[in-house]
């Protein structure tokens, strides 16, 4: 029952970003029902949408990927009566009967589901255990976003269900849980012979169901030829056409120069973020790292994460690996397997500590090994690009090329900040400012503001904040916003822009100094832009 197996797969993986899901080998007997948590909690935010719609499209997005011919039924507790009402913890009802058949009644059921009431779980895994045809194997797949409301026992039903003949195997997810509630649905996996997801933000469901993907189909009846191995590459390699997009510092870029030469020092948190070949999404099978003798200040342990979102943004953990102190002589890389492999377009790398506990590493190289592209496609045929709008250029009229001109400031370094030099400047302190002003009072459309970060240093700026004014450098400002810099370096362009929510009219530009990347009042700065059209 292969379809079944991948449908279990990919909406357990859907919020299992961390674990690794163990296949299932489904058999024609194979039953599963959906139990959906449709409590009045999961009207509740994550990142900006309602967590009962983020759980409806998910599963509406697996369904779909299913056959008719699927065993699958689907049961929603809390959906129909409210808390306040007297049979609330009975509130659990099997909208679609397992194995009906019918695809998309089953899917205008999941659009449909609405939130109200509490959240009686144990009564829903009582009901479930009427809801399977004799004879088959019983899954449940329960989401759920709270635990046990109505003074209920899931763990006491599960055992009274397998008294009378019924195992459910439950496999249970936790979506945006606390602590407290981890726990109860653990027990409810642990005492079913199941396995417990948990899925902390939407960012972390889209990453699942691609790991989902990556997992191998169950086996076939009748046996088939084994494709062979992929070849994998090294990715990140220049020669791959692998990038640096960001890092703590500079010598993160040795680390893909293919030398193996000792690089000093690396220290625990810093990292890297790199990329593959024009973009491309890439599934990534294995990390790899050389060790060419045993040495107190050999790496001990880092991390990997991965996003396809963005180099600063959506990252989830891969894994923690941890080299072994001792020259291996048939390959000096000693690497570790990504399982399952993970689709991404960003991998990130994060220092541990040394092989003696301390916080100073020598690394030399650092490899991810995998193929372009996602398993079983094929990339798409470049779309002509449609012909560019032109846009207007963007100038930094405060460069001294442009005139800009230092109008009014606390203290004399502000104006080392145009002078085109990018050298270190120190110190600035929270609320101390600066008002620039544009050749010969030049009036100006302000779209962007730009400082450069050139590596991670507690002494970065963390914030600052930009005022305007058309009348004169010391009346008449308007706050325009609060930027705040990532405190590392941006490989393609150190400069870290600002669009600001509107283009703004102006003829000086109010510069003011925040806290540095340690909630401290002195940071170092190196150069200020600001970007403008003019009149």
Same mark, same amino acid.
């Given at each position: 029952?292969?379809?079944?197996?991948? @449908?279990?797969?990919? @909406?357990?993986?859907?919020?299992?970003?961390?674990?690794?899901?163990?296949?299932?080998?489904?058999?024609?007997?194979?039953?599963?029902?959906?139990?959906?948590?449709?409590?009045?909690?999961?009207?509740?935010?994550?990142?900006?949408?309602?967590?009962?719609?983020?759980?409806?499209?998910?599963?509406?997005?697996?369904?779909?990927?299913?056959?008719?011919?699927?065993?699958?039924?689907?049961?929603?507790?809390?959906?129909?009566?409210?808390?306040?009402?007297?049979?609330?913890?009975?509130?659990?009802?099997?909208?679609?009967?397992?194995?009906?058949?019918?695809?998309?009644?089953?899917?205008?059921?999941?659009?449909?589901?609405?939130?109200?009431?509490?959240?009686?779980?144990?009564?829903?895994?009582?009901?479930?255990?009427?809801?399977?045809?004799?004879?088959?194997?019983?899954?449940?797949?329960?989401?759920?976003?709270?635990?046990?409301?109505?003074?209920?026992?899931?763990?006491?039903?599960?055992?009274?269900?397998?008294?009378?003949?019924?195992?459910?195997?439950?496999?249970?997810?936790?979506?945006?849980?606390?602590?407290?509630?981890?726990?109860?649905?653990?027990?409810?996996?642990?005492?079913?012979?199941?396995?417990?997801?948990?899925?902390?933000?939407?960012?972390?469901?889209?990453?699942?169901?691609?790991?989902?993907?990556?997992?191998?189909?169950?086996?076939?009846?009748?046996?088939?030829?084994?494709?062979?191995?992929?070849?994998?590459?090294?990715?990140?390699?220049?020669?791959?056409?692998?990038?640096?997009?960001?890092?703590?510092?500079?010598?993160?870029?040795?680390?893909?120069?293919?030398?193996?030469?000792?690089?000093?020092?690396?220290?625990?948190?810093?990292?890297?973020?790199?990329?593959?070949?024009?973009?491309?999404?890439?599934?990534?099978?294995?990390?790899?790292?050389?060790?060419?003798?045993?040495?107190?200040?050999?790496?001990?342990?880092?991390?990997?994460?991965?996003?396809?979102?963005?180099?600063?943004?959506?990252?989830?953990?891969?894994?923690?690996?941890?080299?072994?102190?001792?020259?291996?002589?048939?390959?000096?890389?000693?690497?570790?397997?990504?399982?399952?492999?993970?689709?991404?377009?960003?991998?990130?790398?994060?220092?541990?500590?040394?092989?003696?506990?301390?916080?100073?590493?020598?690394?030399?190289?650092?490899?991810?090994?995998?193929? @372009?592209?996602?398993?079983?496609?094929?990339?798409?045929?470049?779309?002509?690009?449609?012909?560019?709008?032109?846009?207007?250029?963007?100038?930094?009229? @405060?460069?001294?090329?442009?005139?800009?001109?230092?109008?009014?400031?606390?203290?004399?370094?502000?104006?080392?900040?145009?002078?085109?030099?990018?050298?270190?400047?120190?110190?600035?302190?929270?609320?101390?400012?600066?008002?620039?002003?544009?050749?010969?009072?030049?009036?100006?459309?302000?779209?962007?503001?730009?400082?450069?970060?050139?590596?991670?240093?507690?002494?970065?700026?963390?914030?600052?904040?930009?005022?305007?004014?058309?009348?004169?450098?010391?009346?008449?400002?308007?706050?325009?916003?609060?930027?705040?810099?990532?405190?590392?370096?941006?490989?393609?362009?150190?400069?870290?822009?600002?669009?600001?929510?509107?283009?703004?009219?102006?003829?000086?530009?109010?510069?003011?100094?925040?806290?540095?990347?340690?909630?401290?009042?002195?940071?170092?700065?190196?150069?200020?832009?600001?970007?403008?059209?003019?009149?």
């Amino acid at each position: 029952m292969t379809h079944l197996y991948q @449908l279990i797969g990919l @909406l357990l993986a859907c919020c299992a970003a961390t674990f690794t899901f163990q296949p299932i080998a489904w058999s024609a007997a194979d039953q599963v029902q959906i139990i959906l948590d449709a409590s009045g909690s999961m009207k509740e935010s994550l990142g900006g949408k309602p967590k009962i719609e983020i759980a409806r499209e998910t599963l509406k997005e697996v369904i779909q990927q299913t056959p008719a011919t699927s065993q699958i039924g689907l049961r929603a507790f809390g959906h129909n009566l409210a808390h306040t009402d007297p049979k609330t913890c009975t509130d659990s009802e099997l909208l679609i009967p397992i194995g009906s058949g019918d695809r998309q009644a089953l899917l205008t059921k999941v659009g449909a589901i609405t939130v109200r009431g509490e959240t009686p779980i144990a009564y829903s895994l009582e009901k479930a255990g009427a809801d399977f045809g004799p004879d088959t194997k019983k899954t449940v797949v329960l989401l759920s976003d709270g635990k046990e409301t109505c003074n209920g026992d899931p763990v006491a039903v599960l055992a009274k269900l397998k008294q009378r003949g019924i195992e459910l195997k439950v496999h249970v997810i936790g979506f945006a849980v606390d602590a407290e509630t981890t726990k109860q649905l653990q027990a409810i996996a642990q005492a079913s012979g199941g396995n417990y997801f948990e899925a902390k933000d939407a960012a972390q469901l889209k990453l699942s169901v691609q790991k989902a993907v990556a997992v191998a189909p169950a086996p076939a009846p009748a046996p088939a030829q084994a494709e062979p191995e992929p070849e994998l590459v090294n990715l990140i390699a220049p020669a791959h056409g692998g990038q640096i997009q960001t890092a703590s510092h500079d010598k993160f870029a040795q680390l893909t120069d293919g030398k193996e030469n000792h690089v000093y020092w690396f220290y625990p948190e810093q990292e890297a973020v790199y990329s593959f070949k024009d973009g491309q999404m890439a599934t990534l099978h294995k990390v790899a790292m050389p060790i060419y003798a045993t040495r107190d200040d050999n790496i001990a342990s880092f991390d990997i994460y991965a996003s396809s979102t963005s180099p600063l943004e959506g990252f989830t953990k891969v894994g923690t690996y941890k080299p072994r102190n001792i020259k291996m002589f048939q390959s000096v890389f000693q690497e570790f397997a990504i399982n399952p492999p993970v689709q991404a377009k960003y991998v990130k790398l994060v220092i541990g500590l040394n092989a003696k506990g301390g916080k100073g590493s020598q690394l030399y190289e650092f490899r991810v090994l995998g193929k @372009l592209g996602a398993p079983g496609t094929t990339a798409p045929a470049p779309t002509p690009a449609a012909p560019a709008q032109p846009t207007a250029e963007l100038i930094n009229l @405060l460069a001294a090329d442009q005139g800009g001109q230092i109008i009014t400031a606390s203290h004399d370094k502000f104006a080392q900040l145009i002078d085109g030099k990018e050298s270190n400047v120190y110190w600035f302190y929270s609320a101390q400012e600066a008002v620039y002003g544009f050749n010969g009072g030049k009036k100006a459309m302000v779209h962007r503001v730009a400082v450069p970060i050139f590596a991670t240093r507690d002494d970065n700026m963390a914030s600052f904040d930009i005022f305007v004014s058309e009348d004169s450098p010391t009346d008449g400002f308007t706050k325009v916003g609060t930027f705040s810099p990532k405190n590392i370096k941006m490989f393609n362009q150190v400069y870290q822009e600002f669009a600001l929510p509107q283009p703004v009219k102006a003829k000086y530009v109010k510069f003011v100094v925040g806290p540095n990347a340690k909630g401290g009042k002195g940071s170092q700065l190196y150069e200020f832009r600001v970007l403008v059209t003019l009149e």
